[in-house]
């Protein structure tokens, strides 16, 4: 009897053990997990959380440094991204962009509340 129960837990390991990469193995978000983008001479950084929709971004141009988090929702090809700053001259304000996907390029407008008239924006998707 201990025996069986032995080789029962056994079996249930190995078999345990084996289906573990397969569960593991998922597939890349949609969107990706890392996006190098530009806009108005910026050159930014974004960077998923997990498998979220939170993503972190930083900015540079010159010495100069901007950090926010965003919220980027994709349906289909199309993107929406809310923007809030946390450092940097618009920290406590936002933008919103809206852009399309086509392979690993991410482009469109976007408004800030200190800049509200469209203005071009885009992205490579990078990982």
Do not use: H
């Amino acid at each position: 009897m201990i025996r069986t129960e032995i080789a029962s837990a056994l079996a249930l390991g190995i078999a345990l053990a084996a289906s573990a990469p397969a569960a593991l193995a998922q597939p890349a978000p949609v969107g990706g997990t890392m996006w190098n983008e530009s806009e108005a001479g910026w050159q930014g950084t974004w960077t998923r959380l997990g498998r979220t929709k939170d993503w972190n971004a930083v900015w540079t141009k010159g010495g100069k440094v901007v950090r926010a988090n965003l919220v980027i929702t994709i349906r289909g090809n199309d993107v929406q991204i809310d923007r809030r700053d946390f450092e940097g001259s618009g920290a406590g304000r936002g933008c919103t962009y809206n852009g399309k996907i086509s392979g690993r390029i991410v482009s469109g407008t976007y408004g800030c509340d200190w800049a509200p008239n469209p203005m071009k924006w885009s992205a490579t998707i990078v990982q």
